[in-house]
């Protein structure tokens, strides 16, 4: 009963700070609404500078939120694409920020058509657990590079690297430019329902809903990254060495806890076998040994374990065949979270891991006849976050990108599109709405504000009131046909 009169308490505070924040940050955008290209570059610099000089302790936060995070995976997936995305706003910055000119009809002339990009506000982004210091870093790049302020909800399910990362920010930034708050699900629920000028949410599907049905309260538009069960389909004739090894990094990477993982595999009949042998080759090469292998990352917490043991449990109640992969034959099941990537074949629809999105190492396969076969199946459910193809047919390839739709996609790569800077990344349908990566992201944070502009000669004097002069006659005539 203590604790929870206590846990209340740390929410209201947190709560409390919220609203008090969000004044601020409101009060200083009226001060400053359109900061200078050279202090949003500053801005990221600073935040660049914050990054480098924290990395280790960021790694090390990580990896204890985990138990057991690989220090190159969260390399790899955190702090090199959140470094590189901002050199790459650096660089680009400047040209993002220039109005931009529009045609002017004939009967407006002479006059001009710009749009400008214009700071929203003050936004607010909510960050999930899987890549806690990556989503909170990208939505704050394409902010600051928009100019407006920024509140930063991080996961209470990551308390470590949350609390460094309040610590990084409030060390970088006055709290009326930028802010973390940390807390529970009831202050992430409160967070959502502040009167944002944007705001964008990473996670579930579910939570998702929840998050826009409160902004709508506030007319707030939402950047929605969702998640989804993303296909990746095995061509007829590719190379199983290769769609094996490229999957195979793409599933285990984070042990599957990445929102565009191959969800599970399209792969032609015939070829089931042999893609299961490669894949375990492929696995075992990469990861010899799980239990005490850094390079082998640990499931989040107790209750993401036990929800992947329940999908597998309940696939081998109904029938599918299970490959673990555990080259080292390692006991797993005491004092660790690891849980071996594991296979899973002769799928039917009822399975929970047919049903849900995965999020962790268990990768279903599903056989198909032929290409249009794989397109229907995919098309006969919800939109992936991602799409992979494996196979290089160009006629093919062409075929599978005009008959589909996913937020995004690989051909012959999985989870590669997320780290091209110049790319935008967002869902569609069930897997989010929105955009945000390199330019996108100004755009998405910024207004773009039509201003249509004439000087001293006022050309639309002549069709004004009385109407029904032979000029009217005239100007209906040469524009109405």
Sequence with gaps: MESNVVQLTESKKHMQHTHRVFGDQKKAFYNNPTPSLSERKENLSRLKQALLTYQDRILEAIDQDFTCRSRDESLIAELMPSVQGINHTLKHLGSWMKPSRRSVSVLFQPAS?????QPKGV????????????????PLVASLAAGNRTMIKMSEFTPHISSLFKELIEATFPE??????????????????RPFDHMLFTGSTAVGKLVMRAAAENLTPVT??????SPAIVSQDVPLEDAAQRIAFGKALNAGQTCIAPDYVLCPADRIQAFADEFRNQVSGMYPSLRDNEDYTAIINERQYNRLQDYLTDARAKGAELIEINPA?????????????TLVLKTTPDMKIMQEEIFGPVLPVVSYGNLNEAIQYINDRPRPLALYFFGYDRDQQRQVIDNTLSGGMCINDSLMHVAQDDLPFGGIGDSGMGHYHGKEGFLTF???RAIF???KFNSGKFVYPPYGTSFH???????IR
């Design 473 to 479: 006659k005239m100007v209906y005539r040469f524009f």
């Design 453 to 455: 502009t004439r000087q």
């Design 113 to 117: 058509n710009k749009v400008h990009y």
């Design 176 to 193: 009326d430019l930028v802010t973390v708050i940390n807390g529970d699900a009831d202050v992430a629920a409160d967070f959502s329902a």
């Design 224 to 229: 929605l990254e969702l998640g989804g069960k």
């Design 329 to 341: 034959q390692e006991n797993l099941g005491d004092g660790t979270r690891k849980m071996p990537l």
């Design 123 to 138: 936004v607010g982004v909510i960050v999930p657990w899987n890549y806690p210091l990556y989503l909170a870093v990208g």
């Design 446 to 448: 910024s207004h773009h």
